[in-house]
């Protein structure tokens, strides 16, 4: 059975039931995080500069494996074939602190923020008058 629009009942259904769910497509409600972010600019800051070397270096890694394939296997010289070795082993050298730093700061962060958060509710859940519970 299709509706007007020559959708099946089924696919009708399914749409108006997601479409009916005020605020599912933004993320205002996450702003009541920043203030908890807010302490943590520094690391914050070194995690954003930490996801851009490992992003860039997974990159480059990428150019220096074809680098590798197409000149160093290529050529029957070797030392353009040690060359391009090193560079990938260079590569690794940047990749492995850069996304051990990733992981570290955003997970120190999230640690953080999150006992940050569960401080600010126990401390207002605590503020509240008896009768509150009483209610």
Same mark, same amino acid.
């Given at each position: 059975?299709?509706?007007?629009? #020559? ?14 769910? $005020? #605020? ?10 920043? $203030?908890?972010?807010?302490? /943590?600019k520094?690391?914050?800051? #070194? ?30 010289? $070797? ?14 050298v ?9 992981? /570290?700061?955003?997970?120190?962060? #999230?640690?953080r ?8 509710? /126990? ?13």
């Amino acid at each position: 059975m299709t509706d007007a629009s #020559g959708n099946s009942g089924a696919a009708s259904n399914a749409n108006s039931k997601t479409s009916h769910r $005020p #605020g599912t497509r933004t993320l205002a409600p996450l702003r009541r995080v920043l $203030p908890f972010l807010a302490p /943590y600019k520094l690391r914050i800051f #070194g995690a954003v500069i930490a996801v851009f070397v490992a992003a860039g270096t997974v990159l480059a890694f990428g150019q220096g494996l074809r680098q590798l394939v197409d000149k160093g296997f290529s050529s029957n010289d $070797p030392d353009l074939l040690d060359q391009a070795i090193m560079v990938m082993l260079a590569l690794v050298v940047f990749l492995a602190p850069a996304n051990e730093s990733r992981f /570290y700061l955003v997970a120190w962060i #999230g640690e953080r923020v999150v006992a940050d958060i569960r401080r600010a509710v /126990y401390s207002h859940v605590l503020s509240l008058s008896p009768a509150f519970f009483e209610s």
